[in-house]
């Protein structure tokens, strides 16, 4: 297939076009990740236990633990991050605990948020805010 020169500057023109305009952002928010992951339900605060720390000097490995007592999973979120769903812990009938360790990526002083869902069908929720530094200056 052959082109014009005059075919050609168009197509590239519009190619241009199409790559300087922006996209819609393709992550989601936090509050519709929940409501995906609740399936809509009530989510009543508290209930989940979520230790990480108030000051990370480090925001490529944070370490985070998660648990609910009768959870049958839990979601982690970053809401600060470009991609906010960082883990999903699923625990079966046989597991030993329903607890979690891992370490994150934060890409800045954000809130930390965790959901559980319950055996009984409920959910909780727990948010703890951690501030990240640069380079370890606490400030």
Do not use: W
């Not at 009938?93 to 994150?104: D, M, S, V, Y």
């Amino acid at each position: 297939m052959e082109f014009t020169r005059r075919e050609t500057l168009v197509i590239g023109a519009a190619a241009a076009t199409v790559a300087a305009l922006p996209l819609p952002a393709m992550a989601a928010t936090t509050d519709e990740l929940i409501a995906e992951f609740t399936g809509g339900a009530d989510v009543a605060e508290g209930g989940v236990d979520l230790n990480a720390p108030e000051i990370a000097e480090n925001g490529n490995t944070v370490p985070i633990e998660v648990g609910a007592e009768g959870a049958t999973a839990i979601m982690v979120l970053a809401a600060g991050n470009p991609v906010p769903p960082v883990a999903t812990f699923n625990f079966g009938p046989l597991a030993g605990a329903t607890r979690a360790k891992t370490r994150i990526r934060l890409a800045t002083s954000q809130d930390v948020i965790a959901v559980a869902k319950l055996a009984d069908g409920s959910f909780a929720k727990a948010t703890k805010a951690v501030k990240v530094t640069i380079g370890g200056c606490g400030g």
